[in-house]
């Protein structure tokens, strides 16, 4: 196990210098060069292996890649949403270097000339601070396909008697959103790494370019960290964590390096330029290769693409499309939903912003909205491993939170019928119907249940006249049980009271 300094001790010696690069995978109908499906659209998303693929994918001798147009569109939409200047024309340019999940061996991806460059993004850290994060530029390129190791225990290539290759990945669009250097966020380093992650979430989520789901792949982030003295001007030499694929890691993945390359200095040594890989289970980092540089891959020009040079109209057409900033779009519903700053982080942090939005726009009050989204739904879905979104719909939770202000079901009831909603079960009120789940409103039933009650102890009612209202429970308890939980419990005490009096 590597040697770690105190996160703050190591910030007393050495300022952190960090940079993102992040890989969207577009949800396009096809891939980037070929007609084949593509399986970051949620329509192939299932799809078996190697059944997603063209002869471009597989690099079959004299095949041509022909560029996605909507591809082209998403990303040009991509980059004006970072702030970024288009370029009135960029180039694909043939990245050299071993693929073996990529059949001609090479990456199309764009190098010197990529199609949005010179943007920023502001970040909202969860106390509110803004940071603007300098965006360099956004590239085009394919993604590789997959490979799975087997043999092993860890599902690692290390151990493994052999992989399987999948191609379905290979050719799926891709933007990559590169940072320049972020100074100056000290101990929020990681804090910053991980808002920005859900900033460009937010962002190709809110643009419908990308199905923006971290735990498939459709954004992936590779973090950049450096130290340097106080007081230094030149960089530290970096390393590059690679491929994290969830908010909570990168955080966890910039502490961490934070921690190994200051133990590492303050003992006189020296950081290796490598790649690193992330391992969740452990918390840690482990080396990966040496970080190539640019001369390495031998780019050249792409001489089966034609340059991309978008007309004007074009651009303004998307610039005229673009949705609310995320940082803008939080404030303003901050205030229109009346939450305190931590109601709001939990809702955000979450990632639950829109279904929230959307449930209170299907007919439901924010503070329900936020009570269903952050509680029993985030519950469920933290214990399947799930995302909340994929249990139920914004619709059904409006409709739930009806039904208990129709005074149909109470909360506990309501859970239940939430249950049936996620088993699959339909929607809340044929959720009600099917298991019969309504509450009671029949005052009859409720007397008939309360005389049985109070039948089986006469001492109650005794206690109630002499003004003992708290013997009332026994009762309420009692008929609430014999009617599954299916009474209102606050109409039951009325009636209870009633018969006191009588």
């Given amino acids: 196990m590597a040697k770690l300094m105190d996160f703050d001790k190591a910030l007393e010696m050495f300022e952190p210098v960090i940079g993102l690069e992040v890989h969207v995978e577009l949800n396009t109908k096809t891939k980037m060069f070929s007609a084949a499906g593509n399986p970051a659209n949620e329509e192939f998303h299932d799809a078996e292996p190697n059944t997603l693929i063209a002869p471009v994918d597989l690099g079959l001798p004299g095949s041509m890649p022909v560029v996605n147009a909507e591809a082209i569109r998403s990303s040009i939409s991509l980059g004006l949403a970072l702030g970024c200047s288009i370029a009135p024309s960029s180039r694909f340019a043939r990245k050299n270097y071993f693929y073996p999940d990529l059949g001609k061996n090479y990456q199309i991806s764009q190098y010197d000339e990529p199609i949005a460059f010179e943007g920023s993004v502001e970040v909202e850290l969860e106390d509110g601070e803004i940071i603007v994060v300098p965006i360099e530029r956004a590239h085009m390129e394919e993604d590789a396909g997959k490979l799975t190791h087997v043999g092993g225990s860890s599902g690692r290539i290390q151990g493994a008697s052999s992989s399987l290759v999948d191609y379905n990945r290979a050719g799926v669009p891709l933007v990559e959103i590169v940072t320049k250097p972020i100074f100056g966020t000290e101990h929020k380093a990681p804090e910053v790494a991980k808002a920005y992650l859900a900033t460009i979430r937010d962002i190709a989520r809110g643009l419908g370019i990308s199905e923006a789901r971290m735990e498939r792949g459709n954004i992936r982030c590779d973090a950049n960290v450096s130290l340097r003295p106080r007081g230094a001007e030149k960089l530290g030499t970096r390393t590059e964590t690679k491929n994290v694929n969830s908010m909570r890691s990168v955080e966890r993945a910039v502490r961490y390096e934070i921690r190994r390359q200051a133990a590492i200095l303050a003992d006189g040594g020296s950081i290796t330029q490598e790649t690193r ?107 399947e491993g799930r995302e909340a979104s994929d249990l139920v719909t914004p619709a059904h939770v409006a409709e739930l939170q009806q039904l208990v202000d129709a005074g149909t079901l109470t909360d506990k009831l309501a859970r239940q019928v939430l249950e049936g909603v996620i088993a699959g079960e339909g929607s809340p ?7 019969g789940l309504a509450v009671v409103s029949d005052d009859g039933a409720l007397i008939a249940a309360i005389d049985e009650a109070l039948a089986s102890q006469p001492d109650v009612l005794e206690k109630i006249k002499s003004g003992k209202v708290q013997a009332a429970g026994a009762v309420i308890g009692a008929v609430m049980k014999a009617m599954k939980g299916q009474a209102d419990a606050a109409r039951v005490r009325e009636l209870v009271l009633e018969r006191a009096q009588a």
Avoid: C, M
């Fill in 429 to 435: 009120q044929q959720v009600v119907d099917t298991r």
């Fill in 277 to 383: 890989h992330w391992h969740e289970d452990t918390g840690e980092t482990s080396p990966g290769r040496p970080k190539s540089d640019a001369d390495d891959y031998r780019y050249f020009p792409e001489p089966d693409l034609l340059p991309v040079a978008p007309s004007e109209e074009l651009i303004e057409e998307l610039r005229a499309k673009l949705p609310e900033a995320p940082a803008a779009k939080r404030r303003r519903l901050k205030g229109e939903w009346g939450f305190t700053d931590l109601e709001f982080q939990d809702v955000a942090n979450a990632g639950l912003t829109d279904v929230v939005e959307q449930t209170i726009a299907a007919g439901t009050t924010a503070a329900a909205a936020r009570k269903w989204w952050t509680g029993e739904i985030a519950r469920v879905a933290n214990a």
